[in-house]
């Protein structure tokens, strides 16, 4: 079995920054990718970015391009620096992981923490 647990998030002011962990524990992921799905209220899930634990090719949501990174700290944690938020990143931000880089249908995930961007 896998488990994925986060770290980070909390309350941020417009232009500020945070960064999410997600540490991976359990069976091999090597062919996995790793990222992030957020969900706002009352909005569908969204993919936000994923790395690829094999070659660290890396994916990022257009509305994130640029503000944000994805990394790999090591074998078996990914972490996500979030730069410049503004209050439309608000959202419960889930780890999952899966086979395809734009994390379609993960078969993994996180229980999720909380970014909230307000002044």
């Known amino acids: 079995q896998v488990q994925l647990v986060e770290s980070g998030g909390g309350l941020v002011q417009p232009g500020g920054s945070l960064r999410l962990s997600c540490a991976a524990s359990?069976?091999?992921?090597?062919?996995?990718?790793i990222g992030w799905v957020r969900q706002a209220p009352g909005k569908e899930r969204e993919f936000v970015a994923a790395?690829?634990?094999?070659?660290?090719?890396a994916s990022y949501a257009d509305s994130v391009k640029g503000r944000f990174t994805i990394s790999k700290d090591n074998a078996n944690t990914v972490s996500l620096q979030m730069n410049s938020l503004k209050p439309e990143d608000t959202a419960v931000y889930y780890c999952?992981?899966?086979?395809?880089?734009?994390?379609?249908?993960?078969?993994?995930w996180g229980q999720g923490t909380q970014v909230t961007v307000s002044s």
């Open positions: 359990g069976r091999t992921l090597y062919f996995y990718a």
């Open positions: 999952a992981a899966d086979a395809n880089l734009r994390l379609r249908s993960p078969n993994y």
């Open positions: 790395i690829m634990r094999s070659d660290d090719s």
